[in-house]
């Protein structure tokens, strides 16, 4: 299996994308992070849904979890309202690295090393050409470990 083989279409969100629309196809499809493109449509950055959960609690509460039990249900009812009007590269960590890029021709073990190694719930597969990176599609963990253990005979749904 080569990585063009298990790459598949995937949600894009770029880095001037609203957030709570991002937030909104993050729920709605259940998915494990959006791939950032830069605006050339490039790969910039993998916003995992836990970092935009981390954009809707208020810093205090980050900094001492205690707090969370005094806010009241009306209040932590309103937390999506920190996203109106952000934008999606707002929500991206300062620390954020680029994207694991796979290409097209690595194999199954070489993606799943590169998605270890960078800890990262899905990887781009791109092209590189002189005039920029093509997106093919995008490969996330769980996919990669349905076609892993389909192959090895170990996957036994019932």
Same mark, same amino acid.
């Given at each position: 299996?080569? =990585?063009?083989?298990?790459?598949?279409?995937? #949600?894009?969100?770029?880095?001037?994308?609203?957030?709570?629309?991002?937030?909104?196809?993050?729920? /709605?499809?259940? $998915?494990?992070?959006?791939?950032?493109?830069?605006?050339?449509?490039?790969? %910039?950055?993998? $916003?995992?849904?836990?970092?935009?959960?981390?954009?809707?609690? +208020?810093?205090?509460?980050?900094?001492? #979890?205690?707090?969370?039990?005094?806010?009241? /249900?009306?209040?932590?009812?309103?937390?999506?309202? =920190? $996203?109106?009007?952000?934008?999606?590269?707002?929500?991206?960590?300062? %620390?954020?690295?680029?994207? +694991?890029?796979?290409?097209?021709?690595?194999?199954?073990?070489?993606? *799943?090393?590169?998605?270890?190694?960078?800890?990262? +719930?899905?990887?781009?597969?791109?092209? @590189?050409? %002189?005039?920029?990176?093509?997106?093919?599609?995008?490969?996330? *963990?769980?996919?990669?470990? @349905?076609? $892993?253990?389909?192959?090895?005979?170990?996957?036994?749904?019932?």
């Amino acid at each position: 299996m080569r =990585a063009r083989d298990l790459a598949v279409e995937y #949600p894009t969100v770029s880095v001037d994308s609203d957030a709570l629309d991002a937030a909104r196809l993050m729920a /709605e499809h259940k $998915l494990p992070g959006l791939l950032v493109l830069d605006g050339r449509g490039e790969p %910039k950055a993998i $916003l995992p849904a836990s970092q935009m959960i981390k954009a809707l609690v +208020p810093a205090y509460v980050i900094e001492d #979890p205690t707090l969370a039990a005094v806010v009241d /249900e009306k209040h932590a009812d309103r937390l999506c309202q =920190a $996203l109106a009007g952000r934008k999606v590269g707002e929500c991206l960590s300062s %620390k954020a690295a680029p994207p +694991p890029i796979a290409n097209p021709d690595d194999t199954a073990l070489e993606v *799943a090393a590169l998605m270890a190694q960078v800890r990262s +719930p899905l990887v781009a597969v791109a092209e @590189h050409a %002189k005039d920029g990176t093509h997106l093919i599609g995008v490969i996330t *963990a769980s996919h990669l470990l @349905h076609q $892993l253990l389909d192959a090895s005979g170990s996957l036994n749904i019932n």
